[in-house]
């Protein structure tokens, strides 16, 4: 089975004060290469990696890694351009796929058990949407079939998978992943998360 990753890595950290939470060490590594890692130590490919805000600062991470790294230039007009631009670039190094996976950086407990559960599901459900529960809500990581993207490319502005999912819950199975909530957007989250006072930044 034909599974490529976008992992969203474009934003621009706004509440971050602009630092970007790409770059955020969590156990020796940065969230980017915590979830790059971990979509490389599957079978899926390709790879493809969405920059954007801190494309410059962020890209290093990625030196040397069998990952295909698409800039988005629109990144600002929201969630929508990136999920848009990672769809164009997993056609353009690999037509024939079956689904495709969402990842974001932002959430560190992202494993490859939970990647492999995500296809797991899919494979055996018969569902064409497989989508991590959390927080009393369905969201990303989320596993599409091939036959949303087009509608995945119809997307706009702010609007992300979650969109897709609500609009087909009865073509969409959960599977549960309650650190999932946890939430990386203020210098609060972060503190909270490294359990100190200051961002690590």
Same mark, same amino acid.
């Given at each position: 089975?034909?599974?490529?990753? &976008? ?7 706004? *509440?971050?004060?602009? $630092?970007?939470? $790409? ?20 079978? @899926? *490919?390709? &790879? ?8 410059? $600062? ?19 007009? =929201?969630?929508?351009?990136? &999920? ?10 690999? #037509? ?5 996976? @969402? ?11 939970? &990647? $492999? ?9 018969? #569902? ?7 927080? =009393? +809500? ?5 596993? @599409?079939? *091939?036959?949303? !993207? ?11 998978? #979650?969109?897709? !999912? ?10 549960? @992943? +309650?650190? =999932? +909530? !946890? ?7 972060? +503190? ?10």
């Amino acid at each position: 089975m034909n599974i490529a990753i &976008v992992i969203l890595a474009a934003g621009s950290s706004s *509440r971050l004060e602009h $630092q970007p939470k $790409q770059l955020i060490q969590w156990e020796g590594r940065t969230l980017l290469r915590r979830v790059v890692d971990t979509a490389l130590d599957t079978a @899926f *490919r390709p &790879v493809v990696v969405v920059l954007g805000a801190h494309k410059k $600062q962020v890209a290093p991470e990625l030196d040397g890694l069998p990952v295909t790294i698409i800039d988005n230039q629109h990144w600002q007009q =929201g969630l929508a351009s990136s &999920v848009k631009t990672g769809l164009a670039a997993v056609y353009l190094t690999q #037509k024939d796929i079956d689904a495709v996976l @969402f990842l974001l950086t932002d959430q560190p407990h992202v494993d490859g058990v939970l &990647v $492999q559960r995500l296809v797991q599901v899919y494979e055996e459900s018969g #569902k064409g949407i497989v989508a991590a529960s959390y927080g =009393g +809500s369905l969201g990303v990581p989320a596993l @599409f079939d *091939r036959k949303y !993207i087009h509608e995945l490319l119809g997307l706009e502005g702010d609007a992300g998978a #979650k969109k897709v !999912i609500m609009e087909h819950l009865d073509d969409c199975v959960e599977v549960p @992943f +309650s650190l =999932g +909530s !946890i939430d990386l957007d203020t210098r609060q989250d972060v +503190s909270r998360f490294l359990g100190t006072e200051s961002e690590e930044q």
